[in-house]
């Protein structure tokens, strides 16, 4: 014992939260709970990927359903009313959450994948030309890494890539070459979802800003484990996901500094987001609805405040302080196990997941096996291709926690890895 | 719990780590290599036809990848000798499902016919039938 006992909130009362967390797994995916072996507990370490979603949330879109839907900004009867109110209060939520200074700077979209692209259209086939050159790092996800590639592509502009070191980390001194007076844009990871390294943004910021170039932070993975603040952090954007702390999928947010946002063009053009029609022309609404065009995912959204409720209940501080403690104790059992190549820092300095290949095992078969055990990870390149080619794998296996999993879980996971290498032996 | 998943029977295990007809023919009438990109399995299939170009007399094959998809070209490098083209043609998922013994996850069918569509296209674009540009991918 012992690890438990340092579990900074009640760990077994927030799972109390999350009925899935109960269910059985084992059985025929094409009749679930019916076929033999569905009586394995389901062992849930795919958070990176999408984590689970509590009673508060589900309860919180049943409530817009079955009280007050309505389209939002649309009416003036009484429904509309509720919902367009709660709609934006969700935006006022979440920018108080990353510390932005209103709703202004937070627009509501699908997923990080969509805020990058917004930004990357909106202001990058606009501004960006040859000459130019947008810097990314080796451990970009495809959500920032294919979108930048393109859009350099489309405008000529050159797309730098700060290298990796071994250990996982970033090279700085790389980062300072890649950087300069030609640098519009760098687009950096917060937490890698392959690597866990949680990466100097401040750093790299002031980089950036010294040479006059806007900074994107992607926040998919650092917003729902850990407290970010837009400011502390320096970042002109920040990108991140609704459905990866504890919200709904279909809902995601930009955080963008006002003056840049006020400058830039709608990136999609419709409802919602005008202000005066004409034939001939149109003018935009305010911020930020002049990025929100067409019904918005409403239930979403107000879910999304939900989520962000229930975390500040439990404190950002604590998640982070539980997701620590997990990755160290997972690091340092994987590797006493033997036979585990671990990617990235080392377990006391990461975010919460640890991407790894079982000597022998290829990710996809330690996968199969593992979901025999009811433990459910990620395998594969986790979008992140190129950095797999830096590595020299195809793919790796993930395990990646949240504020509910436990150290008897973790205990599983390592158990059901040493069976697998033991049948591959 | 069993032993690990029921994918990975013996026969499965055998086929993985001791692969039959693994390596190169000095002389094949065609040679043809197929990946599925996001688990990075890579397999190379050489085909020997008869004099009459009908029957298939010898298969060797290379590959990288998880236990299902080279134990399943494994296989399959047997089952083929012998057969004709159009047999080979007309191999179908459920074939390949057959010969491994048993059920492939949802997940993991593109792993297992891997092998089974290299063949094919293989013997396709040796019958010109398929532009050899287009590599063999088992998924979208």
Request: overall charge negative.
């Amino acid at each position: 014992m012992g690890v438990q006992e340092q579990y900074p909130f009640d760990v077994e009362a927030v799972r109390a939260d999350f009925p899935i967390l109960d269910r059985k797994v084992g059985g025929d995916p094409e009749t679930p709970g019916e076929g033999p072996g569905d009586d394995t507990p389901l062992v849930y370490l795919d958070n990176a990927a999408t984590s689970h979603t509590p009673d508060a949330v589900v309860d919180t879109i049943a409530d817009y359903y079955r009280g007050y839907n309505a389209n939002v900004h649309r009416g003036i009867h009484q429904l509309s009313q509720e919902a367009s109110v709660a709609y934006e209060e969700a935006h006022d939520t979440v920018a108080d959450f990353v510390g932005a200074s209103g709703r202004e700077e937070i627009v509501f979209t699908k997923n990080t994948t969509e805020a990058m692209n917004l930004v990357a259209y909106a202001w990058g086939l606009e501004e960006l030309g040859p000459g130019d050159n947008v810097v990314l790092t080796q451990m970009e996800h495809h959500s920032s890494l294919v979108t930048w590639q393109q859009i350099g592509k489309r405008t000529g502009a050159d797309v730098r890539f700060i290298e990796v070191t071994d250990e996982g980390r970033l090279d700085m001194e790389h980062a300072a070459e890649c950087i300069d007076d030609d640098t519009q844009m760098v687009s950096v990871v917060h937490v890698s979802n392959t690597l866990g390294t949680v990466n100097p943004i401040p750093e790299i910021a002031a980089m950036a800003h010294d040479h006059d170039a806007y900074v994107f932070a992607d926040g998919a993975q650092s917003v729902p484990t850990r407290p970010v603040d837009v400011k502390d952090l320096g970042v002109d954007f920040l990108a991140f996901s609704g459905h990866k702390m504890c919200g709904p999928t279909g809902i995601g947010a930009l955080y963008g500094r006002e003056e840049i946002l006020d400058e830039m063009q709608p990136y999609l053009y419709g409802g919602d987001m005008i202000r005066r029609v004409s034939f001939e022309d149109s003018t935009w609404e305010d911020l930020p609805w002049k990025f929100e065009a067409g019904t918005p995912s409403i239930a979403q959204g107000i879910a999304f405040a939900a989520a962000i409720e229930y975390l500040e209940e439990i404190g950002m501080e604590n998640v982070q302080a539980h997701e620590d403690l997990l990755a160290e104790y997972a690091y340092d059992r994987l590797t006493d196990l033997g036979g585990v190549e671990i990617y990235g820092p080392p377990g006391h300095d990461r975010g919460g997941l640890v991407a790894f290949n079982v000597e022998g095992v290829h990710a996809h078969d330690l996968s199969s096996i593992l979901n025999d055990y009811g433990v459910a990870i990620r395998a594969g390149d986790h979008c992140t291709q190129p950095l797999h080619d830096e590595m020299g794998v195809a793919a790796s296996a993930r395990a990646s926690f949240y504020l509910y999993n436990t150290v008897e879980e973790i205990d599983a996971l390592v158990e059901a890895v040493g069976e697998a290498r033991d049948l591959f032996a | 719990m069993g032993l690990g998943s029921d994918m990975y029977r013996q026969q499965i295990l055998d086929h993985y780590k001791n692969p039959r007809n693994y390596g190169e023919l000095e002389d094949p009438d065609f040679t043809h290599v197929g990946e599925n990109p996001s688990c990075g399995d890579t397999i190379r299939m050489q085909v020997a036809l008869d004099d009459a170009g009908e029957t298939i007399d010898a298969v060797r094959f290379t590959g990288d990848g998880c236990a299902i998809s080279m134990a399943s070209a494994s296989m399959l490098s047997e089952r083929l000798h012998g057969m004709s083209v159009e047999e080979l043609d007309e191999l179908d998922t459920d074939d390949v499902t057959e010969m491994l013994g048993v059920d492939i996850s949802p997940m993991r069918v593109k792993c297992a016919v891997l092998g089974r569509q290299v063949a094919q296209d293989g013997s396709k674009i040796h019958r010109g039938e398929l532009d050899p540009d287009d590599r063999t991918k088992t998924e979208e």
